[in-house]
């Protein structure tokens, strides 16, 4: 079954960097192209953030134009994960970040010029940045 555990996330000061994790099980692989990293606040919809195409040879990346040369995402496929280095955070990326696999019965989200239908998460990881 899909299974996507998120490590890392937590406070730090605005210019500051974190790492996000999101381990993967084997059959997350064998069911699912691209795995997305979304985030979501209090009272707004849940959105995209950077996407990355998981097979060995891939690592096509899609990124939301707010993180765009901030925000690296990046997978290990000999340990089935897919990490998000986030740089330069500003006290906006403070979100619940959830990383999540594709599924045709998945809602569709839109991160940078795609669109994904994710429908399989994590339990997502909190992320903070103070001005």
């Known amino acids: 079954q899909v299974q996507l555990v998120e490590s890392g996330g937590g406070s730090v000061q605005a210019g500051g960097s974190l790492r996000l994790s999101c381990a993967a099980s084997r059959y997350t692989y064998s069911s699912s192209n691209y795995i997305g990293w979304l985030r979501q606040t209090p009272g707004k919809e849940r959105e995209g953030v950077a996407s990355?195409?998981?097979?060995?040879?891939?690592?096509?990346?899609y990124y939301a134009d707010s993180v765009k040369g901030r925000f690296t995402s990046s997978q290990d496929n000999a340990k089935n994960t897919v990490s998000m280095q986030m740089n330069s955070l500003k006290p906006d990326d403070t979100a619940m970040y959830y990383c999540a696999a594709e599924s045709v019965s998945g809602r569709w989200y839109t991160v940078g010029p795609r669109q994904f239908r994710f429908g399989y998460w994590g339990q997502g990881t909190q992320v903070t940045v103070s001005s």
């Open positions: 990355i195409y998981i097979y060995i040879g891939g690592g096509s990346t």
